[in-house]
């Protein structure tokens, strides 16, 4: 026990990447030993963040659980481990989604060994990214959870999977091309990783840099870390590989791809992008907010014309992470005042709530995917007699996403607009109009998401789904044991927020 | 009067003689069948002499003996110890030709043209040297044309004849110019008395081109060099062996000796002249084999290249480039020789001299695939065989002496070396026979080849690898003539 | 330490050479062993070499000195420092794989490694090896002139008569003429320096340590650091003389395109390095932009041409292009960064493209085709190869998490320290490169079974796999740990910044 509590995070960090590699030697055809290992394996890591979260100090400032062991000496770069409470959160995220993942995944029944391999390799991944606090160990970690990802789609993905995982791995590459060139001009120039070191140092640098002055410099990689983390996000107009993605993707890669790896996008303008470039941050804050607003209303709009029902979830997500965005954007407009740490508060507490939602319409649409082999809006219709339990669950979830107060949504959307408002009224007023768009934005979310329920549940019966082998059957255990935490944490949160903003605002206030 | 050290100094030479003189006393009591034996005495012979002389007549200091006419040393001495291995790897591969290998006069012939060479290699007089030059030459004309019976080789020694007579006639007659200029035939003295300055540069540059002439023919320079590719078709092949490497580096011999003892005062012309040669004929030589389908002529002409990479050391007038010369001469002797002695060895079973009928040899026997690979890698200046080695010595010298560019011809023409080797080497090892039976004709070797070849292929092996005595020896040759 | 453990490694694949070409023809098998004992302890040395040299005292290490031919200063002087260490294990590792996924068959219906003479393509490769390992180790001038030839000629042999049937000669021509034109460039060069270094300092030497010390004036190595640089780097595959390299691996046998992909190219590179950088530092400072220029071309270009490729090993052969692009640009940097990651680059690149040879060799045996059009579906016959080629891919990407990442990093951070514009150029190189190496992994190991190969297609030997596994373990081990590697490899590096009178 003293090794777990000395090693908490590296134990955290590697136990799924261990797991995947005991996987690798159990026997090949044994499909329901790799899924009750693999779903084991990933509980370990769950119940360990929990352990974490409930030993975690939200007083104290900094990061804890800290651990450092030396890595890439040469270049100055060591694994250094650490958790805020904003990292904290997004842990416990991960962690939580991914036994429900793998749960969600048992029906899964091809090459069950390699898939639930990679889903350790791609927990270990995503679960790097939030714990480093290492710029050269972030991309590490950052660049690596891709490469599972992208066979997750590749191989177990639907129709048009090779087309939808190479322009994932792409973009994302593609994307992370200017951060990794401005993470090795941070690491030329200061001699280490050390995200600490580096961001004391970087926001008062003022040397030119190879003849360009510094201020051009830090403008340009200001944007190369932008655009990164934009394609993660996805921030309008970047977002184009996340539907296709998303749709192709087998229902828990969705549900892990929207929960969670999006996430990764956001933490990076939150842990990088902030503190590394306050200033770049405020300049340029205008334009993120109308990215992050051009998501908002662009993303529901195209959500509300979907045919495809995955692909309305997929852009809700763009959407919704268009909030996380505008929150930080109003953020960097007004750094240290109130309206900045609610703006931010609701960005992260969006985030999670995000994670928890979007998880849940994936493996939603996925339940009904899998008994009916069709995603076509159209053709469902009238299904709520036939499959009352996961009516109501779809239901449930989507009031989630909509953002009815009581849920989670209702918390962390309200306080986005109502800090950027803030910021608007305070400060910049720029920022009133674009929230008043936003909001626009969220009358369209209201619609869309009412349009998937109309047409999946209500209306005319499709008939075809009602007798003989079509026969929809109703969601089983499995899958509702799935759905309960996911649920319970929506309610929860909705109800009783301040158990995790608690934390949330500590780390906020701490940091900006 | 007489002294030990004057015999000493011509030992090899009377070995020779006697060897020869018994050779003419014993073949005739010999059957018909079994005058083959004759080469296993010659080798054998040979061999003995070598050693002995290795024993008991090693150079101290260098002297000049026999009234001026011998020069004792190191460079004459190795010189010599190389054409008697030459000699008893030629008598060695005589054996097995069925047109002269039971004929002892062949024999008695080459130990004729030995005795020339070894004189040429001493030879501190320029009548002695005209003397010992023709003591080797006429010998071969008449090996060359041996097979009376073959129009080719009938062709090739007249041919050798005719050109070899017209360039000694020139090069007797800038002997006989130099010997009006400056008074005296020896050679040690004619520096002194031709010094810098003493005679009109046109007048001293068109002498020493005269006598250019002769030794260019004897070691196949361009433009002296069109006897060689038809001598070296026609004769029979250990005879082109013999005459492509001892005879040629008997030229080297004097080439270095002359113009390093006699007419370093005029450096400065003929260096540059003899640089230009060395161009050219690497050049043309390495042109003309290019294009030759026929491994004799290949090898004909691939020799002559071969004698321009060895004239960049004569250009570089320093006790290196004297070095590397030597040590070039000894690489390419036992390299060639076993080039040819394959060709031999091939061509006795199956009668054959076009490249394209080597197709399969390496299946046909490994062995002398391999050693092909040798003979031939080691001309093309790859290690681990005396090729390279030879080659890296002679451009460093000629770096040394600024004749860079020179350097860089050599190098151009190592590369296109190197072409047409490896496309030799393609038929060995990489065509089949039409038929692909390849394992029912395998070319068996004789005793005499084997022991040859395998002997050639260490001395290749050894003077690439451990070249460190052959370099002193070579060094110490070299020193002799500063 | 008084076993002279340099010249047993690089002795060892000779006589091993000398001993399978005395043996029967015959007795195939027992050919085979002699070759897979010999390669076994070159590894084991190797490896052995590798973990003892002391990091801390950095250095030469392991030096032994015989006379060769004092005359002319030359000596048999070996000795590895941290540059050279890994090299020596990957010609190490690569010859022990080589002969592992060379091994073939007596069964006639079993296409895999070689069945036409064994014993002569044995003894060749091992010449080949030792000539290698001899670059590596030799610490004189001459002797690594010597030992780089007797490197180049057997892959003419190897190429011509064990190589892919329809280029194979002219492919084989192709490469020993560039090969052999760039190292006599380069000894021209060397002879040069050698001369120049009697003229400054009276001493008759071909040892590099003592001509570190010869002074050559500014304009000498202006003058002269071009073709001793290039005439070496043109077996580095250096733009724009690479491309006798692609040629060459697409006619070479499986074993020799590893070797010569995965060590020779490295031995261009190594060599220029250690004649043209650190003999004449001013010269490689002055001149160092046109090589960064090169370099920067041969990244992006060669990336660019693998990815249209449709022959598995033409691709494999621009992205070495591209790859030892790479290493030539972190050379080209002149700092610690850029040469550590240099250094490294040689040793990744070297086991991935070995791999990668290695696992194309597998499919062509036994589909014999290596269209990409034409594959398909190898994840179900050869699963072990797919990962195995999953693996090397995601190296050649620069993945992080594996040896490409932590060899490119410092590469790329080290340009950025010089030139950062070139580092931007140069990176556009790594999405091109994950573009077609995810679109062929996908096609080859992941689309359908063409139905011309449905049945006649098996999976891979034991022996494959264990090559494999050895390879995969490498790339994997040095990227999750780098500092298995790395101090080594930066304590060569600092040794060569001390001559470029930096650090």
């Known amino acids: 026990m003293d090794f777990i509590a000395t090693h908490l995070l590296s134990t955290i960090l590697f136990f799924p990447a261990i797991a995947a590699l005991v996987i690798f030697f159990l026997p090949k055809d044994e499909a329901n030993l790799h899924r009750w290992f693999a779903l084991g394996a990933s509980l370990v890591p769950f119940a360990l963040s929990l352990y974490a979260w409930f030993n975690f100090r939200t007083i104290q400032p900094g990061y804890q659980f800290e651990e450092i062991y030396p890595w890439y000496t040469a270049i100055g770069s060591s694994l250094h481990l650490g958790v805020d409470g904003l990292s904290l959160s997004m842990v416990l995220l991960t962690t939580l989604l991914t036994p429900l993942a793998i749960l969600a995944s048992f029906s899964i029944t091809d090459r069950t060994k390699a898939y639930m391999m990679l889903f350790l390799f791609l927990e270990t991944g995503m679960l790097g990214v939030f714990m480093s606090i290492d710029l050269l160990v972030f991309f590490v970690f950052w660049e690596i959870g891709l490469v599972p990802m992208y066979f997750l789609i590749n191989q177990w993905g639907s129709a048009n999977r090779n087309y939808a995982s190479l322009k994932f791995m792409i973009y994302t590459m593609g994307g992370s091309l200017g951060l990794l060139l401005a993470v090795q001009l941070l690491g030329v120039l200061f001699k280490t990783y050390d995200l600490q070191v580096i961001t004391e140092q970087w926001a008062t640098y003022t040397a030119a840099i190879g003849g360009v002055p510094a201020s051009t410099f830090k403008t340009i990689a200001f944007w190369a870390f932008v655009i990164a983390f934009a394609v993660k996000v996805p921030l309008w107009p970047f977002h184009t590989w996340l539907p296709d993605a998303h749709t192709e993707a087998p229902t828990a890669g969705s549900m892990i791809l929207a929960g969670v790896l999006l996430k990764l996008g956001a933490y990076g303008f939150l842990r990088l992008i902030l503190p590394l470039y306050p200033e770049q941050a405020k300049a340029f804050a205008g334009a993120l907010a109308f990215l992050a607003v051009a998501a908002i209303v662009f993303g529901a709009f195209a959500s509300y014309a979907q045919t495809d029902f995955k692909r309305l979830v997929a852009y809700s997500s763009v959407n919704h992470m268009g909030f996380v965005v505008l929150g930080i954007a109003a953020a960097a407009f007004a750094v240290g005042t109130d309206d900045a740490r609610i703006a931010l508060n609701g960005a992260i507490l969006q985030m999670f709530n995000h994670g928890l939602s979007a998880a849940g319409m994936f493996f939603l649409v996925g339940v009904i995917y899998e008994r009916t082999h069709t995603r076509n809006l159209e053709e469902f219709g009238g299904l709520f007699p036939l499959v009352p339990v996961y009516g109501g669950i779809l239901i449930f979830t989507s009031m989630a996403s909509l953002g009815l107060p009581g849920l989670n949504g209702f918390i962390s959307e309200f306080l986005v607009v109502r800090g950027s408002f803030g910021v608007g009224v305070n400060s910049v007023p720029v920022m009133a109009i674009y929230t008043a768009v936003a909001m626009l934005g969220l009358l369209f979310t209201g619609a869309y998401i009412l349009k998937g329920i109309k047409k999946v549940l209500h209306g005319p019966l499709n008939e075809h789904w009602a007798h003989g082998e079509h026969k929809l059957t109703e969601i089983n255990t499995r899958e509702i044991i799935v759905m309960v935490p996911l649920m319970a944490l929506i309610l929860w949160i909705g109800l009783y927020p301040a158990w995790i903003l608690d934390v949330i605002n500590k780390a906020v206030v701490m940091l900006f | 009067m007489y002294n030990a050290t004057m015999f000493a100094s011509i030992l090899p030479e009377i070995l020779i003689l006697v060897l020869g003189i018994f050779i003419l006393v014993v073949e005739p009591f010999w059957k018909e069948e079994k005058r083959r034996n004759v080469g296993w005495l010659t080798a054998g012979g040979l061999l003995a002499a070598m050693v002995i002389s290795f024993l008991f007549a090693q150079p101290g200091a260098p002297t000049t003996t026999l009234g001026g006419m011998v020069r004792f040393d190191w460079l004459g001495f190795f010189f010599k110890m190389l054409f008697m291995f030459a000699g008893v790897v030629t008598a060695l591969l005589f054996m097995d030709n069925e047109k002269i290998g039971h004929r002892g006069e062949a024999y008695l012939l080459l130990l004729a043209s030995l005795l020339g060479m070894d004189l040429m290699a001493v030879s501190a007089d320029l009548v002695m040297l005209y003397l010992a030059i023709e003591t080797t030459s006429i010998p071969l004309y008449i090996l060359s044309g041996f097979m009376l019976a073959d129009d080719k080789s009938t062709e090739a020694g007249f041919k050798y004849l005719l050109f070899g007579a017209l360039a000694s006639t020139i090069m007797l007659y800038g002997f006989s110019l130099v010997f009006g200029f400056a008074g005296t035939t020896d050679l040690y003295q004619l520096a002194d008395m031709l010094k810098a300055g003493s005679l009109p540069l046109l007048t001293a540059f068109g002498t020493l081109a005269l006598i250019l002439v002769g030794l260019g023919f004897k070691v196949s320079l361009v433009p002296f060099h069109f006897w060689a590719p038809d001598v070296y078709e026609g004769a029979p092949t250990p005879v082109s062996g013999f005459l492509s490497t001892a005879s040629k580096a008997a030229g080297f011999a004097v080439l270095v000796r002359l113009f390093f003892v006699a007419f370093p005062g005029y450096a400065v012309s003929w260096t540059t002249a003899i640089a230009i040669l060395s161009a050219i004929t690497m050049t043309v030589g390495n042109l003309l084999t290019l294009q030759q389908t026929n491994i004799k002529r290949l090898l004909a002409y691939s020799s002559i290249a071969h004698a321009g990479y060895t004239l960049i050391g004569v250009v570089a007038l320093s006790q290196l480039g004297a070095a590397s010369v030597v040590f070039y001469m000894a690489a390419y002797i036992a390299t060639n020789l076993l080039a040819f002695g394959i060709v031999m060895a091939f061509s006795r079973v199956t009668g054959l001299d076009e490249i394209r009928d080597y197709a399969g040899l390496s299946r046909r026997s490994p062995l002398l695939g391999l050693m092909m690979l040798a003979a031939f890698l080691s001309l093309a200046g790859m290690p681990p065989f005396g090729g390279f080695v030879a080659k890296v010595f002679v451009f460093a010298a000629g770096v040394q002496a600024d004749y860079t560019w020179l350097v860089v011809v050599g190098i151009i023409n190592s590369i296109i070396g190197v072409y047409y080797y490896l496309n030799v080497l393609k038929y060995v090892y990489l065509y089949r026979m039409p038929n692909e039976d390849e394992e029912n004709l395998p070319i068996p070797l004789t005793r005499p080849y084997t022991i040859a070849l395998v002997v050639l292929v260490v001395g290749v092996i050894l003077i690439g690898t451990v070249f460190a005595p052959w370099f002193s020896w070579s060094d110490a040759a070299a020193l002799n003539l500063f | ?503």
């Open chain 3, 1 to 503: 330490m008084n076993f002279p453990v340099l010249s047993v490694i690089t002795f060892t694949p000779i006589v091993a050479a000398l001993i399978i070409l005395m043996m029967p023809a015959h007795r195939r098998n027992e050919t085979r062993v002699v070759a897979l004992a010999s390669a076994t302890f070159a590894l084991i040395l190797s490896i052995w070499v590798y973990f003892s040299y002391d990091q801390a005292a950095a250095g030469y290490q392991f030096i032994e000195k015989y006379n060769w031919l004092p005359a002319l200063g030359i000596s048999l002087h070996f000795g590895v420092d941290g540059m050279s260490t890994p090299l020596v294990l990957l010609t190490g590792v690569v010859m022990f794989t080589g002969v592992l996924i060379s091994w073939g068959d007596e069964d006639p219906h079993v296409k895999a490694g070689i069945q036409d003479r064994p014993r002569e393509f044995f003894a060749f490769l091992f010449l080949l090896a030792g000539g290698v390992f001899g670059v590596f180790v030799s610490l004189d001038l001459f002797m690594l002139f010597f030992f780089y030839e007797i490197a180049v000629f057997p892959m003419y042999l190897l190429i011509a008569i064990w190589g892919w049937v329809v280029t194979r000669e002219y492919a084989a021509m192709k490469l020993t003429l560039y090969l052999f034109i760039g190292s006599v460039v380069s000894l021209v060069g060397a002879l040069v320096m050698y001369w120049m270094q009697y003229k400054n300092t009276g001493i008759l030497s071909f040892d590099m340590l003592v001509m570190e010390q010869a002074g050559f004036s500014q304009a000498f190595q202006n003058l002269w650091f071009l073709p001793v640089f290039f005439g070496f780097a043109v077996l580095g595959g250096i733009w724009p003389f690479h491309n006798w390299s692609p040629d060459g691996h697409v006619a070479a046998p499986t074993a020799v395109s590893m070797f010569h992909a995965g060590v020779l190219m490295k031995l261009g590179a190594f060599a220029a390095l250690r004649v043209g950088i650190m003999l004449l530092p001013d010269g490689a400072r002055h001149w160092s932009w046109l090589i960064m220029a090169f370099a920067a071309i041969a990244v992006v270009y060669g990336a660019y041409i693998a990815f249209v490729q449709t022959d598995l090993k033409y691709m494999i052969g621009f992205s070495s292009v591209s790859h030892m692009g790479l290493v030539m640009l972190g050379l080209s940097t002149l700092n610690q960064n850029g040469l550590t990651g240099a250094g490294v680059q040689m040793f990744s690149h070297g086991v991935m493209t070995a791999l990668f040879f290695a696992i194309t060799g597998m499919i062509y045996d036994r589909s014999h085709t290596r269209m990409i059009p034409e594959l398909g579906g190898m994840m179900k016959i050869m699963p072990f190869a797919g990962v195995g080629f999953i693996i090397g891919g995601l190296v050649s990407m620069g993945m992080p998490g594996f040896s490409g990442f932590v060899a490119e990093f410092p590469i790329f951070m080290g340009v950025w320290e010089t030139q950062w514009l070139v580092a931007v150029i140069a990176s556009i190189s790594i999405v091109i490169t994950a573009a077609y190496i995810m679109m062929n992994i996908r096609k080859v190991f992941f689309s359908e079974l063409p139905e011309k190969l449905e049945g006649h297609v098996g999976d891979i030997t034991v022996l494959d796999k264990i090559a494999i596994v050895a390879l995969c373990l490498l790339m994997v081990g040095l990227g999750l740990f780098p500092g298995l590697m790395v101090p080594m490899v930066e304590a060569g590096a600092l040794n060569i910044l001390r001559l470029l009178g930096g650090a």
